[in-house]
């Protein structure tokens, strides 16, 4: 993250380990190599410094053959410099995908099949169509996620899926495993806020602590 912003985050998550990162700087290439899996793009930011962090670390994740999920502005930096890769993690909401394809949200929606696999196709690796009715697929299976609600359309949900996703490729699972699971987990963990809480006003942070119940309650997973 941006330098300034590391007291803010350590501010208000004290527990959280964070480092800033400079351009030209080895710590990048340093944490992308010590870790199992990388999630680029949530807060990354569309000017010189985003567009540098997500050409290194896709480079990076490639170079040392790591997972990398890409969301949120690293899927506005993909569209800019399309390229093909397996092992990645593509996670765009209608819009996003819209952009990455060069069509409209209108036709995103029409057929979200479709559009999933032409993402797949153009992009490589595993895509997570986010929407009612998430939809996750690779070069050779499709599934669909039934689990989730109304109450989820708010902002940064998408971040914290990206996370549960990135973290199940950081235990080792593979790609295609790791997003079914994280988005069944995500959205079964916004389903039991919902039920508890309602879903208006529900917040991306409130699904934090169901999502620690979803994995301890049933790990149906293994």
């Given at each position: 993250?941006?330098?300034?912003?590391?007291?803010?985050?350590?501010?208000?998550?004290?527990?959280?380990?964070?480092?800033?990162?400079?351009?030209?700087?080895?710590?990048?290439?340093?944490?992308?190599?010590?870790?199992?899996?990388?999630?680029?793009?949530?807060?990354?930011?569309?000017?010189?410094?985003?567009?540098?962090?997500y050409k290194s670390a896709v480079q990076l994740s490639t170079k040392f053959?790591?997972?990398?999920?890409?969301?949120?502005?690293?899927?506005?930096?993909?569209?800019?410099?399309?390229?093909?890769?397996?092992?990645?993690?593509?996670?765009?909401?209608?819009?996003?995908?819209?952009?990455?394809?060069?069509?409209?949200?209108?036709?995103?929606?029409?057929?979200?099949?479709?559009?999933?696999?032409h993402l797949q196709q153009k992009f490589g690796g595993v895509v997570v169509?986010?929407?009612?009715?998430?939809?996750?697929?690779?070069?050779?299976?499709?599934?669909?996620?039934?689990?989730?609600?109304?109450?989820?359309?708010?902002?940064?949900?998408?971040?914290?899926?990206a996370g549960v996703i990135a973290s199940f490729l950081a235990q080792g699972?593979?790609?295609?495993?790791?997003?079914?699971?994280?988005?069944?987990?995500?959205?079964?963990?916004?389903?039991?806020?919902?039920?508890?809480?309602?879903?208006?006003?529900?917040?991306?942070?409130?699904?934090?602590?169901?999502?620690?119940?979803?994995?301890?309650?049933?790990?149906?997973?293994?």
């Amino acid at each position: 993250m941006h330098l300034e912003s590391c007291l803010a985050v350590r501010a208000l998550l004290p527990e959280a380990m964070v480092s800033g990162y400079e351009i030209d700087s080895v710590l990048l290439e340093q944490r992308v190599q010590w870790s199992n899996a990388t999630c680029i793009g949530p807060g990354l930011g569309r000017d010189h410094w985003g567009e540098s962090v997500y050409k290194s670390a896709v480079q990076l994740s490639t170079k040392f053959n790591k997972p990398i999920v890409v969301d949120a502005d690293g899927l506005y930096w993909l569209s800019v410099e399309s390229e093909h890769k397996d092992n990645r993690v593509l996670t765009p909401h209608p819009g996003e995908a819209a952009r990455l394809l060069g069509v409209t949200n209108a036709q995103i929606e029409d057929d979200r099949f479709s559009a999933a696999r032409h993402l797949q196709q153009k992009f490589g690796g595993v895509v997570v169509l986010k929407g009612a009715g998430t939809i996750i697929c690779d070069s050779s299976t499709t599934v669909v996620c039934h689990a989730g609600n109304p109450g989820m359309a708010t902002g940064g949900m998408g971040d914290v899926l990206a996370g549960v996703i990135a973290s199940f490729l950081a235990q080792g699972y593979p790609i295609f495993k790791a997003a079914v699971l994280g988005t069944l987990v995500h959205s079964c963990a916004a389903d039991r806020n919902a039920q508890m809480k309602g879903e208006v006003g529900m917040m991306a942070s409130d699904v934090l602590n169901d999502i620690r119940y979803v994995c301890s309650a049933k790990k149906c997973w293994d």
